[in-house]
């Protein structure tokens, strides 16, 4: 069982940067992909990132592409998403997620779906 608890979230005006955390509990968050999902008012859930149990491979989507990173530190039990270059269409409620199985691909765009979400993290970027 993982439980994920976001941090980070705010108002910051388009062009800055912000800086979401994710917390996990368990002792063993160190075997699932970790990632990011983000829901705008009226629109579906969309996957933003995800990166793979060991950090060595990263997912985005196109529309974050060099402009978030997603990274973990397994030490601290933490998951990252650091966004810069931020746009008002970046406006959303931020989800940390785990994958469903240990050891997955580390995709969670495609390959391999959540099994764990946190309660979401408001991001408001004002033009």
């Known amino acids: 069982q993982v439980q994920l608890v976001e941090s980070g979230g705010g108002l910051v005006q388009a062009g800055g940067s912000l800086r979401l955390s994710c917390a996990a509990s368990?002792?063993?968050?160190?075997?699932?992909?970790m990632g990011w999902f983000r829901q705008a008012p009226g629109k579906e859930r969309e996957f933003v990132a995800s990166v793979s149990w060991s950090g060595g491979r990263t997912y985005y989507a196109d529309s974050v592409k060099g402009r978030f990173t997603n990274s973990r530190d397994n030490a601290k039990n933490t998951v990252y998403l650091q966004m810069n270059s931020l746009e008002p269409e970046d406006t959303a409620v931020y989800y940390c997620?785990?994958?469903?199985?240990?050891?997955?691909?580390?995709?969670?765009?495609?390959?391999?779906?959540?099994?764990?979400w946190g309660q979401g993290t408001q991001v408001t970027v004002s033009s």
């Open positions: 997620a785990a994958g469903a199985l240990q050891y997955g691909s580390g995709n969670l765009k495609g390959s391999e779906r959540p099994g764990y």
């Open positions: 368990g002792r063993t968050f160190s075997r699932y992909t």
